[in-house]
């Protein structure tokens, strides 16, 4: 069974769409996390969610919405897909009591790749 | 930015150790020392991590400096699989750094 799993594995969708990934895991963390990897293959963290609580919302446009209906999913909306959002998106999610931190291991899933044109 | 510092790349023969230097000079003495690593097409993989002492497992050991300011991952015998970009993060308490750098893209010769 994948831990942390990841749909769909790409998308390709035009400028001004939305569009959603859906992520589930099956580790029962209490924490979930969305990562970009942009074209330079730096990653970095956009939301984490610890029991249905936002608690990490770096600077990305509010086009961009997590949405966890339980705690072991965390979906991704985008709203009004720019060229710039393509990138390769990743969810993980931790066993973490704390606030958030990457002190415990985290398991990643294996990305989706946003192509907008 | 990234608060770790990191080769941009490193070769090694198959089944000879390898030893991935992490710089991090500005670490908190609350920050954790994560490495991870990423095969091509694939999400990161949890390698290892510590605070204070040297950490073993069963996928490598993590070698840390005294003063905190570096790091070292060892892998004992490199496979052609260990073909990877391993990267050095600092968790802090406040989940508010987590910027992975570019990493170090480590090559095994067969």
């Known amino acids: 069974d994948t831990a942390v799993s990841q749909t769909p594995k790409y998308l390709v969708t035009q400028m001004g769409n939305d569009k959603s990934i859906k992520c589930e895991q099956n580790?029962?963390?209490?924490?979930m996390y969305w990562y970009k990897q942009d074209s330079k293959k730096f990653l970095k963290i956009m939301f984490s969610?610890?029991?249905?609580?936002?608690?990490i919302n770096e600077t990305v446009p509010n086009r961009f919405s997590p949405k966890s209906p339980d705690k072991a999913h965390l979906n991704l909306h985008i709203n009004s897909l720019e060229l710039g959002d393509s990138a390769v998106y990743f969810c993980?999610?931790?066993?973490?009591?704390?606030?958030?931190?990457?002190?415990?291991?985290?398991?990643f899933g294996q990305g989706t790749r946003l192509t907008v044109v | 930015d990234a608060k770790t510092t990191q080769p941009n790349s490193m070769e090694s023969n198959e089944e000879e150790p390898v030893h991935l230097p992490c710089n991090h000079s500005?670490?908190?003495?609350?920050?954790?020392i994560h490495w991870y690593r990423q095969l091509p097409s694939q999400g990161p993989e949890y390698v290892i991590h510590?605070?204070?002492s040297n950490v073993n497992n069963r996928m490598a050991s993590l070698a840390i400096a005294e003063d905190r300011k570096s790091s070292t991952l060892i892998l004992h015998r490199a496979t052609l699989r260990d073909a990877a970009v391993y990267y050095c993060?600092?968790?802090?308490?406040?989940?508010?750094?987590?910027?992975f750098g570019p990493g170090t893209r480590l090559s095994v010769l067969p």
């Open positions: 993980a999610s931790s066993q973490d009591k704390t606030t958030g931190s990457l002190n415990t291991e985290a398991f």
């Open positions: 580790l029962g963390h209490d924490t």
């Open positions: 969610y610890n029991n249905k609580e936002l608690i």
């Open positions: 500005t670490i908190s003495g609350t920050d954790y």
């Open positions: 510590g605070l204070t």
């Open positions: 993060i600092l968790g802090d308490n406040y989940g508010q750094n987590f910027v």
